[in-house]
């Protein structure tokens, strides 16, 4: 088992930036690769980023490059997603979630996540 708290959302305006945060314990999270995913109301839930826990390496979805960070801090199991110019279409409950690096299943599909936090929602106001 994974466990996962996210934190660090909140309502914002246009262009400002956010950091959220997602602290993780339980198996050993090297061994995972642990995604952010976001979901608007009335709207399915979309991959945003995900990065591996072991090798740090980084992987964006299209809406999320070039404004989006994600990065992980190895003594506090706490891995973060900074959001740069933030824009009205950001707006959702943010999730982390955890994926078992050798299971089957994609990175960028959050059908295929295992294990998830309860969600930090963020506003952004025009």
């Known amino acids: 088992q994974v466990q996962l708290v996210e934190s660090g959302g909140g309502l914002v305006q246009a262009g400002a930036s956010l950091r959220l945060s997602c602290a993780a314990s339980?198996?050993?999270?090297?061994?995972?690769?642990m995604g952010w995913v976001r979901q608007a109301p009335g709207k399915e839930r979309e991959f945003v980023a995900f990065?591996?826990?072991?090798?740090?390496?980084?992987y964006f979805a299209d809406s999320a490059k070039g404004r989006f960070t994600i990065s992980r801090d190895n003594v506090k199991n706490t891995v973060y997603l900074q959001m740069n110019s933030l824009n009205p279409e950001d707006p959702a409950n943010y999730f982390c979630?955890?994926?078992?690096?050798?299971?089957?299943?994609?990175?960028?599909?959050?059908?295929?996540?295992?294990?998830w936090g309860q969600g930090t929602q963020v506003t952004v106001s025009s």
């Open positions: 339980g198996r050993t999270l090297s061994n995972y690769v």
């Open positions: 990065i591996r826990w072991s090798a740090g390496t980084t």
């Open positions: 979630a955890a994926k078992s690096r050798v299971s089957g299943g994609s990175f960028v599909r959050h059908s295929d996540y295992n294990y």
